[in-house]
């Protein structure tokens, strides 16, 4: 039988919704100016060698792969929040309800593991003698660091994203009625 504080403790997570809601829209834009900047720059380099009056920039490949890397971090924890991450469901029909809903929160737990190793190695990367003091090659003013900093980034973003999964998941195994995250 279900703990009659148990609701309670949901209604009280539904208020910090508009903080996910809101943290999910700056990573959104923020993955929206990073392909942008993407696609200008690369537009841009490909313009300058085929356009004689056009220069193609020396760094335009090491920025382009650089935002690349954020881009892919970032959208994979915006990925878990609209739990469009890959995953097996070929066995859930099969299996109890109540079993795939221990086994989907074990998975985000897993996840969310996962988030709490990139930001540990990830801030070690970042404090690395290699990230500290290693430079792009065609921009030796820029430092190794801001390659390794959407590791850390992109750790804390899923955590958080994943957290909200598993009260999702949590809520619905104790609430039935309510709508489960998917």
Same mark, same amino acid.
């Given at each position: 039988?279900?703990?009659?504080?148990?609701?309670?403790?949901?209604?009280?997570? &539904? *208020?910090?919704?508009?903080?996910? +809601?809101?943290?999910?829209? !700056?990573?959104?834009? =923020?993955?929206? /100016?990073? #392909?942008?900047?993407?696609?200008?720059?690369?537009?841009?380099?490909?313009?300058?060698?085929?356009?004689?009056?056009?220069?193609?920039?020396?760094?335009?490949?090491?920025?382009?792969?650089?935002?690349?890397?954020?881009?892919?971090?970032?959208?994979?924890?915006?990925?878990?929040?609209?739990?469009?991450?890959?995953?097996?469901?070929?066995?859930?029909?099969?299996?109890? &309800? *109540?079993?795939?809903?221990?086994? +989907?929160?074990?998975?985000? !737990?897993?996840?969310? =593991?996962?988030? /709490?190793? #990139?930001?540990?190695?990830?801030?070690?990367?970042?404090?690395?003698?290699?990230?500290?003091?290693?430079?792009?090659?065609?921009?030796?003013?820029?430092?190794?660091?801001?390659?390794?900093?959407?590791?850390?980034?992109?750790?804390?973003?899923?955590?958080?994203?994943?957290?909200?999964?598993?009260?999702?998941?949590?809520?619905?195994?104790?609430?039935?009625?309510?709508? &489960?995250?998917?």
């Amino acid at each position: 039988m279900p703990d009659a504080k148990v609701p309670g403790f949901f209604r009280s997570l &539904e *208020k910090i919704k508009p903080l996910y +809601d809101w943290t999910y829209k !700056i990573l959104m834009f =923020v993955c929206k /100016i990073l #392909l942008i900047g993407d696609i200008v720059i690369t537009c841009w380099s490909v313009a300058g060698r085929y356009i004689p009056f056009i220069t193609d920039p020396h760094w335009s490949e090491e920025i382009v792969l650089t935002l690349m890397v954020y881009m892919t971090v970032l959208s994979a924890s915006l990925a878990i929040r609209r739990a469009a991450h890959i995953r097996m469901t070929a066995f859930d029909r099969y299996l109890p &309800e *109540k079993v795939v809903k221990v086994l +989907d929160v074990l998975a985000d !737990i897993a996840v969310m =593991v996962l988030g /709490i190793y #990139l930001v540990i190695y990830g801030i070690r990367f970042c404090n690395s003698p290699l990230s500290v003091r290693g430079k792009y090659a065609s921009i030796p003013v820029l430092s190794k660091f801001w390659q390794y900093l959407p590791v850390p980034v992109a750790g804390v973003s899923m955590i958080i994203f994943e957290l909200e999964q598993v009260f999702l998941h949590l809520e619905a195994f104790w609430l039935p009625k309510k709508k &489960e995250a998917v």
